[in-house]
């Protein structure tokens, strides 16, 4: 069974899980402030997917840093450790719905949006193949 891009989800932090959920992961470094495991509802933290501190606090989501953080944010998912984790998850995904949870409050500018377009590439080629 391959993923559909469909399958890629993304939610923030502070939005309620919801059943259609499938396997919710955290793509932050950090916890996101104020909630709880029981609140999150996650299936895994992989908080080695989040930027590195200093991108993060280079961009500052700033919409105008946006073409620039997602070609350095992409450097850094090619990275050994972080494409094997991104390799595990693309796995999970084309099994089933995946959700990516992130903490920032921009919906449009953050990491989990270049972890899901670099998802929805790998399961999209998958099933062509």
Known sequence: MTA???KVRLQRAYDDPTPDDGH???VDRLWPRGRTKEQLRLDAWAR???PSTQLRKWFGHDPARWPEFQ????A???E??????LAALAERA???PVTLVFGARDREYNQAVVIADELRSRTMVQERS
């Open 76 to 78: 850094e998912l090619a």
């Open 24 to 26: 919710r992961v955290l």
């Open 48 to 50: 080695e997917l989040g």
């Open 80 to 85: 050994p450790a972080r494409a094997q984790a």
């Open 4 to 6: 559909s891009p469909s």
């Open 94 to 96: 084309r099994r089933g």
């Open 71 to 74: 070609a350095r944010y992409q």
